[in-house]
């Protein structure tokens, strides 16, 4: 007995319309979590410049009107990504005397990372806030010295050969450089 599938049934025009999932649907999905949306916000308003010195060290000042030094957060995570983050808050007077018409300074969490030459001294590294602006200086490591040939002792086993020296246990002391 041969059974025919009819493949317009509701089944499986259901299936069919599943496994077409529209693109919409699919960014749903997949959209940017809450935490990640927050953090590109803050990484977003919060302006900074980083700036090269002639002896090699690094600088980072970010503008932070407004925020007290205690609100301020440097830290190194990951032996190279530099975290500079804070929170600007409203003060208490401000918040109970008159209504305000408009507000257009950012208050909330702010953040900004920084990614680190592999070649910095993490022990280094100093922050300080000053006028509302912080300066992070990074200390890069003097370059590595060029490595010089070590001398190597090459000791012969066995019979002494003619002219050679012999060492303390009776081997062939011959001296080579690497």
Do not use: C, W
């Not at 977003?44 to 410049?49: C, G, H, K, Q, V």
């Not at 509302?132 to 000791?155: D, S």
């Amino acid at each position: 007995m041969e059974m025919m599938l009819n493949l317009d049934e509701p089944l499986f025009s259901t299936i069919r319309d599943l496994m077409d999932t529209p693109e919409e649907i699919e960014k749903a999905f997949n959209a940017p979590t809450r935490a990640y949306m927050r953090d590109r916000k803050a990484m977003a308003n919060t302006p900074m410049d980083v700036k090269e010195m002639p002896d090699g060290r690094i600088l980072l000042i970010v503008d932070m009107p407004g925020v007290h030094a205690n609100e301020v957060k440097v830290q190194v995570e990951d032996n190279n990504l530099l975290v500079i983050s804070g929170v600007r808050k409203r003060s208490t007077e401000e918040e109970k005397d008159g209504k305000y018409l408009r507000m257009e300074r950012r208050m909330g969490k702010f953040m900004r990372k920084f990614t680190l030459p592999d070649n910095v001294n993490l022990d280094s590294i100093t922050a300080e806030y000053k006028d509302g602006v912080l300066t992070v200086t990074v200390q890069r490591l003097p370059p590595p010295e060029p490595k010089k040939p070590r001398l190597v002792e090459v000791k012969v086993g066995g019979g002494a050969g003619a002219g050679a020296s012999t060492g303390e246990d009776g081997g062939e002391k011959v001296e080579a450089a690497k």
